[in-house]
């Protein structure tokens, strides 16, 4: 198998867990990048739906070993627990490995997380409150206490009392929240570090030794290009490189480790969290349109879009070409999956963004300006639809209606990349799978 980064190429969502699944079993190590429990995703176990948010779905496989690189912020409690939660459903956790560097997540991020949305009033960026963007802050700062500090308790609690020093008055002065005791996290973490020691490593030394072997990696990104810290739609975005890029400086390894890109886009876009969204549907509590909150609750309904990890309703809209051909560049897609076509199976006729206008201008490109885009309109193509047509059993694309064929044709033409793989229903088999043409 060619080492594969799987990225979302949206604002996340798309359905980065199926594709995974679908994919995985395939290599000798999954391995996240980035992020932390912020994102999650389904995998599905016999007759089970899984929710993962911190373990890689390298796990459900018994021959796979599961990787947590140093990219990752990693909130022990969280994933112990969903340790636990697995080896209840009798899949074996013996085979992970968790990078020494990987930074914690401490109470007081969790804290000041929640308290810094809240000061933001209308104006918040929609973070989930895990305390990702702070733990985010400390590393970039170099204040940050890493997985490898549990393993030597002097360490730890120089570093504890150090960061508290800062922390607290914070938290107290300008919160009025709750300040810590060294001795308060250190009896709640110190103990992580008896369960969490087994599954530590060196991970950058042992993927590259892995690849020497001639073993294959998938690196499994959460979240989505929109949401990078760099290139999404700064500053409502998350606090990591969600790009393929930051697969590299997530695990270790070098540019010439990829030998292939995999783009995950819904067949049409969804978003949680607060932020710009050109083609959204805003549904009728948000203040659409009788038209927009029509289209934007079958959506909503027909796709299932709540989140995994907050259980939000997530805000619904059409197809956007110009964030799929500017995702294809800054990833360097290779392939694109693309998820849920199903669902569009309940319109007459499907409308596909190809271009935004803003003060006169149009723009077929991703603009860089934040005002611009939060003022784009979204210029429309209407293609027919295929309403009323069950694909959920089609296995091949020649089995589809040939107006469900004309619109994978036209994404695939518009955005320069080659579909491969195309979800027509929720069943983890309802995939067709697409091969490049030679």
């Not at 009033?121 to 409150?129: D, L, P, R």
């Not at 002065?173 to 060196?202: N, Q, R, S, W």
């Not at 892995?210 to 989505?224: D, N, P, V, Y």
């Not at 300006?369 to 939060?374: P, T």
């Amino acid at each position: 198998m060619p080492n594969t980064v799987l990225v979302g190429a949206q604002w996340g969502d798309e359905g980065k867990g199926k594709v995974t699944d679908l994919i995985a079993s395939g290599f000798d190590y999954v391995v996240r990048y980035q992020g932390g429990n912020n994102a999650g995703h389904t995998v599905i176990h016999g007759d089970q739906k899984l929710a993962l948010h911190l373990m890689p779905s390298g796990v459900m496989y018994e021959d796979a070993v599961p990787v947590i690189g140093n990219g990752v912020v990693v909130d022990p409690g969280v994933l112990i627990r969903e340790m636990a939660m697995l080896e209840a459903e009798g899949i074996s956790c013996k085979n992970l490995k968790i990078s020494c560097d990987a930074h914690l997540i401490m109470p007081y991020h969790k804290d000041l997380d929640g308290a810094d949305e809240k000061s933001l009033g209308e104006h918040k960026i929609g973070t989930t409150k895990r305390g990702i963007g702070p733990c985010y802050q400390d590393k970039v700062a170099r204040k940050g206490i890493r997985v490898q500090d549990l393993m030597d308790e002097k360490i730890f609690r120089l570093k504890v009392e150090t960061a508290l020093s800062q922390k607290n008055p914070i938290l107290q002065k300008i919160y009025g929240l709750h300040a810590y005791t060294v001795e308060e996290i250190c009896e709640e973490y110190l103990p992580f570090a008896h369960i969490l020691e087994p599954y530590m490593a060196e991970t950058a030394q042992l993927l590259n030794e892995a690849m020497r072997e001639g073993k294959s990696i998938l690196f499994e990104g959460a979240q989505g290009t929109l949401l990078d810290i760099d290139h999404g739609t700064y500053p409502y975005v998350t606090s990591s490189s969600c790009c393929s890029g930051g697969a590299l400086t997530g695990t270790g390894v070098g540019p010439k480790a990829i030998d292939r890109v995999l783009g995950i886009e819904k067949a049409y876009v969804t978003r949680v969290g607060g932020g710009p969204f050109p083609t959204e549907q805003r549904f009728a509590e948000d203040g659409g349109t009788p038209d927009e909150a029509a289209d934007g609750e079958l959506l909503c309904q027909a796709g299932h879009e709540y989140g995994v990890t907050t259980g939000r309703k997530r805000r619904c809209g059409w197809f956007d070409m110009v964030i799929a051909r500017y995702a294809a560049e800054v990833n360097g897609l290779t392939e694109v999956a693309l998820t849920k076509m199903d669902v569009l199976s309940v319109f007459d006729t499907i409308k596909v963004c190809v271009a935004y206008e803003c003060d006169g201008k149009v723009y077929d490109y991703f603009p860089m300006q934040q005002s611009v885009l939060f003022h784009a309109k979204p210029i429309y193509e209407e293609l027919p639809g295929w309403k009323g047509e069950d694909i959920s059993q089609c296995r091949s694309f020649e089995e589809l209606p040939e107006n469900a064929q004309n619109y994978v044709k036209y994404i695939e033409e518009n955005v320069g990349v080659p579909i491969t793989i195309i979800g027509v229903g929720a069943d983890r088999n309802a995939t067709i799978l697409r091969p490049i043409e030679a």
